[in-house]
Every structure is written in structure tokens, then in C-alpha cells.
């Protein structure tokens, strides 16, 4: 039987350089490639390749996915020179291997990258707004500005990015020499020092950068700024590029769909009629408190009138389960704002039982605090408060009458 060796590290992990073809032509999905090392780490495996159209994560864009002879490379990162795969299985073969760009996630960050470069370029050229912050992910678009216009002037500078992708403005990469660069009106600094890479909008934009971007402003489709906030001074723009755009759009669309089948208005008239409702609901809710108030007045002289009278101290004692605690608490302040009043109350829900003792101010008798923990004992609860107030809460809900009982003896004994 032919033994299988696993070799830690295979083929020589001397120094090269992966050539960067993403960088010559991001269109290309599908290509060949020997493998330059292996290097497993922590389960995956970490792998080089003699040339690569994979984009590894930098600048602000994510890196690509995808497959090599069907394995899913989950990760790509750059280290010096070298582009790393990261691999959940090692390939068997190691040259002329099949590697497949997953396409419809590249060509996102494609619209999305190239929107950010036409959008930064028209705040810069239209009102000298600075972008100093950039990210891109697979569900968010942002870039941050270093000052602040108005919305008439944001609505402005959609408008003219739109235009321009409608003029269908060539994008091209290039390389200048020191003497080509000195020309150009580049928009930021180059974060490099040779190999200068410029991305160039027609006469809109020189942008030096490493991403990977569209060949021309058409295939952006639109750009749709989708939310502005105060930021730092400046401001932080939210936006939306081609097929994302769509589906903001689809998304979107299927709202206010729904909110005009809920609502039976025209379109114009929805966020209005949202308004009158939220504002109906607000009348109703305090209507309801009001209501319930009356209710919980009544309640109070129903609890009065039942009141035992031991000593000249009236002691009210019931076990509430069809009002919140929150009324039980308010009731109980209500009546011990009377002098000579004592409440024993118990309330319960599914879950929990709270049993709240208080008493008048001007009763000198019973420490409400000292004494609550012996009946909380039978709803396996523990509780605290003061000398006029006290209450706590247990499990056991089943034995709340008998934490009532319990707490109203020990208070009949103290009186
Ligand atoms: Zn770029």
C-alpha cells in the first residue's frame, strides 16, 4: 500500500513576486496558474501562486473569493510581494490549476469602487470637500468628507455624477514617469513611492490607487446617495452603486407597496398619512392612561373600604394577577400618602411573584424592610426597600398568597 506523506511545506518558499494580473485586466474570471508554496495554518492553507487575478484585501476594498480546482478560497491578503489564497483544502495538483474568480461579488466592488472615485472627485472638484475616510463591504458604501455642505448642494453633486455616467467617460489606468505624475492634478496623496498606480476619469478625476475599477463611468449604471449625517465636523455620506442601486431600489419599492396597500393612499400622500396615524396613536395611548387612572381611583376606594381595622391602623391586603406591577406600585403609593394605612400586596404574571409591603408615614410601628425576606421565602425570592416600603420578587409563583398571609401575621403581631 502506498503510504501518503504529508508534506508541511512543498515547493521552494524562496523570495518572488506574484504577478498581479487583477491589476492589467480585472475583467478576467478564469484563468491558469502554478502553485509557488503551501503553507498550512490553522486548518486552511495559505497559498501562493506564480501569477494571480485574485484581489487580495487592501485600499478600502474587500478581497475577492472564489475557487481553485473547485476549492473555495475564502480570503486572499497581500504580504510583501506575495498574494496569499487562503484555502480550505490543499489542491492535489500543483500546476496549470483552474482558478475561478466569483464574478458577481468583484464586479460589485468594481461599481462600488468606481462610483467612490467619481462621487469624492465631484465633492472635491464642485466644493472642495476632501474625502478622509473610505469604506466599502459587501453591504455598506461610505466615505467621510471634511466639511459640510447643504442638501441643495449634495442633490447638485448627485445630479452631475449621475450625468457623467451617462456620458459614459472613459476610466483608464496608468503609469506615469515622475514627469507625467508632476502633471496630473491628483486629487490625494500616493500612499507609494514608485510604481505609481493613477486611475484616471477622464478630465474628472486622477486618483492614484490599487483597487480594481470598471473600464468606463457607464457600466456605474447610477449612483444614489442614501443617507448624510454630521460627521466630525464634516460630513458622512451613504450611497449605492449600480446593481446595489437596483436593489436599494427593489427593496425600497416593495415598502411603499405595502404601505400603500396598508394605508390606501397615493404614493404622495403616504408619509403624511403615517404621521396622522402615529399622532392618532399617540392620543389613544394617552386616553388609555387616563382611562386606566380612573380605573385604578375606583380600585383604591374598593381596597378602602375592605381595609381591616386592627388597632386603629387600616391593613389592606390582596393578591393582584390582572394588573402590571407598575399600577400595584402606583396604587400602593396612592393609599400610603392616607396616614394610618399599612398594604400587604401580592401580584403575579406566568413568571414571576412580587409581594410589596408599605405603610403611612406616620406609622412608627413595622421595619417594612426588616421584615420582607421571611414571607419572600415561599416564592424562593429575596427583595429589600426601607422602613416604609418594601419588595421583592420570586419564581414560585403558585405560593404568592401564602407570602401575603405570611407577611400579614408577622404585621398583625407588630401593630
Ligand atoms: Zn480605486
Known sequence: MKKKVKMKIIINKGDFMTAKLYEKD?????????????EPKDNVFHVTLDKTYFYPEGGGQPADK?????????????????????????????????????WARRFDFMQQHTGQHLLSAVFKNQFNLNTVGFNLSVDSLRIDLDNQIGK??????????????????????????????????????PTVDENIRVIKIGEIDFSPCGGTHLNSTGELGIIKIINVDNYKGGLRIDFVCGKRALRD?????????????????????????????????????????????????YKTDELLDRAENIKGIKVIKDT?????????????????KKDDLICIFGQHDQATARLLLSKSENIKEVNMNEIINEPLEHIEGRGGGNRFKAQGGGSKVKNIEQSVETAYNIIKDKI
Open 249 to 297: 431600489f427593489g427593496f425600497k419599492n416593495e415598502i411603499i407597496t405595502e404601505l400603500r396597500n396598508i394605508t390606501s393612499v397615493p404614493d404622495e400622500e403616504i408619509l403624511n398619512e403615517v404621521k396622522r396615524i402615529k399622532e392618532e396613536l399617540k392620543e389613544s395611548e394617552e386616553t388609555i392612561t387616563e382611562l386606566n387612572k380612573k380605573l385604578l381611583n
Open 152 to 189: 441643495k448642494e449634495i442633490n447638485k453633486v448627485e445630479e452631475l455624477v449621475n450625468d457623467y455616467i451617462y456620458k459614459d467617460i472613459k476610466v483608464e489606468t496608468l503609469y506615469p514617469n515622475d514627469d507625467q505624475l508632476e502633471k496630473f492634478n491628483l486629487r490625494k496623496e
Open 66 to 102: 472564489g475557487w481553485i480546482e473547485g476549492i473555495e478560497v475564502n480570503y486572499v491578503y497581500k504580504e510583501n510581494e506575495k498574494v496569499i489564497h487562503v484555502l480550505k483544502k490543499e489542491p492535489e495538483k500543483k500546476k496549470e490549476l483552474t482558478c475561478k474568480i466569483d
Open 320 to 336: 393582584f394577577s390582572d394588573i402590571p406591577y407598575n399600577d400595584v406600585q402606583w396604587l400602593s403609593d396612592i393609599l400610603t
Open 26 to 38: 480585472p475583467y478576467k474570471t478564469e484563468f491558469k496558474a502554478d502553485i509557488k508554496s503551501i
